[in-house]
């Protein structure tokens, strides 16, 4: 079982989470998958060291995840350049970018929640009132 994170780690993935929302907002990258596209970055996971960033992103509209999230850790490098001015650290963390499809799983919860079979099972049957 793994521990949950400090208030640490949720401070400084928060302050990292800022500054890649920033960077995203100006534009600087140069990609033609990712100046097309409009990108949010939900939250971050700081490693317990901080010295790694994991960052989730959703673009608007939910399409091309995948060609968004290859094209941002092919310019890891650049972004990690561009935050590091922002953040007041000992080390700038590396960053590694993933899909983050915690909302698609809420959706899928949501669906199976309203679905027949569990309405069937949470009425009450006559006898039983």
Same mark, same amino acid.
């Given at each position: ?6 208030? *640490?780690m949720? *401070? &400084? ?9 920033? &960077?995203l907002? #100006? ?7 990712i ?33 968004i999230?290859?094209a ?6 650049f972004? #990690?350049?561009?935050?590091?001015s ?9 960053? *590694? ?10 959706? #899928?919860?949501?669906?199976?929640? *309203?679905?027949? #079979?569990v309405?069937?099972d ?8």
């Amino acid at each position: 079982m793994s521990k949950p994170p400090s208030q *640490r780690m949720l *401070r &400084v993935g928060e302050l990292v989470r800022h500054a890649l929302s920033n &960077v995203l907002t #100006r534009g600087e990258i140069v990609d033609p998958v990712i100046e097309i596209s409009i990108i949010t970055v939900p939250e971050v996971r700081m490693s317990p060291d901080l010295k790694l960033a994991s960052a989730y992103i959703v673009p608007l509209g939910g399409g091309n995840a995948k060609e968004i999230v290859k094209a941002l850790n092919s310019h890891q490098k650049f972004i #990690r350049g561009q935050i590091t001015s922002q953040l007041n650290l000992k080390y700038s963390p590396s960053i *590694r970018f993933f899909e983050d499809d915690s909302f698609d799983e809420a959706t #899928r919860i949501d669906n199976l929640l *309203r679905s027949q #079979r569990v309405k069937r099972d949470l009425e009450k049957p006559d006898d039983e009132v």
